[in-house]
């Protein structure tokens, strides 16, 4: 049986400087020291916020300044980051990817985002995330503590064929770090972070940006609502607005209750569904 995993959820309001971020980060993370919190999740951008289409997204590297000082934190609370998204040079391209933070380990890119936020609001500016970005390629399950965990970004929330596959290899946790729209968070974040957790019958946490993003460069908003949903789909934890870290602990138990009261693993159906001509 597995043990229960302490998280922290992580809502940060990033702009578009790298020092100024990581200074909200450790803000936050102060709060949570010396917990026995066993890993922490932080949003998508959490190091880099575009506030301005065109404006040029600054590359990191896994050897940049920033993730040196989060590993130092790592290393001293013995607690993992997952940084949900940086703007990450990898394979020789750009792309919004995941970084993750072990105890004593090097840092490793343990997701890249696989759809690409190419949408136009009525009413709204278009945005192009593919004009700048290369996507991923695939899915990603790492082990934290035990733990079968699936990655996902933001937009990739949307696209169920992704999630899954992440049900049929039995995750017991997903990760869907965001910045959502206010606009499109109002009509679809809650329901769709809760339909993936109902249909892989695991938990989903959800770690977001929020708030106003405002710089001399420019400014946007994001719909926040961190959320950690349950395997049946209950809510859990709500973080509606603002820069903030709660502490919650996953109990295996409820995810072992809900998949023996429902067995949709073996209710699965692996064969081609689709019409016959």
Not at 78 to 81: A, P, R, T, W
Not at 203 to 215: D, I, M, P, R, T
């Given at each position: 049986m597995l043990k229960n995993l302490k998280v922290g959820l992580l809502q940060m309001t990033s702009i578009d400087d790298v020092d100024?971020?990581?200074?909200q980060i450790f803000k936050l993370l102060q709060s949570i020291e010396n917990q026995n919190v066993d890993v922490t999740f932080l949003p998508e951008n959490c190091l880099y916020m575009?506030?301005?289409?065109?404006?040029?997204i600054p590359s990191m590297s896994l050897s940049h300044h920033s993730f040196?000082?989060?590993q130092v934190w790592v290393d001293t609370q013995?607690?993992?980051?997952h940084l949900g998204s940086v703007p990450l040079m990898h394979n020789n391209k750009l792309c919004n990817a995941?970084?993750?933070?072990?105890p004593h380990c090097e840092p490793e890119v343990s997701y890249v985002k696989v759809h690409l936020f190419d949408i136009e609001l009525e009413g709204q500016k278009p945005i192009k995330e593919s004009d700048v970005f290369s996507r991923g390629e695939r899915t990603s399950v790492i082990d934290v503590k035990g733990w079968k965990v699936g990655q996902s970004i933001c937009y990739d929330l949307r696209f169920s064929e992704l999630y899954s596959i992440y049900a049929k290899?039995?995750?017991?946790?997903?990760?869907?770090p965001a910045a959502f729209l206010v606009k499109t968070g109002e009509a679809h974040w809650e329901i769709l972070l809760r339909a993936r957790a109902i249909e892989s019958q695991c938990?989903?946490?959800?770690?977001?940006?929020?708030?106003?993003?405002?710089?001399q460069n420019g400014q946007r908003n994001t719909y926040g609502h961190s959320m950690i949903v349950g395997?049946?789909?209950?809510?859990?934890v709500e973080i509606p607005s603002g820069q903030m870290i709660q502490v919650f602990e996953l109990e295996s138990s409820r995810t072992e209750s809900v998949r023996r009261q429902i067995p949709m693993k073996n209710h699965r159906r692996s064969t081609n569904l689709e019409p016959k001509e």
């Open positions: 100024s971020n990581l200074k575009r506030l301005k289409e065109g404006d040029v040196q000082k989060l013995n607690c993992q980051l995941t970084v993750w933070l072990r290899l039995g995750v017991d946790l997903i990760l869907v938990y989903v946490v959800a770690s977001a940006q929020s708030g106003l993003h405002a710089s395997p049946w789909g209950e809510k859990l």
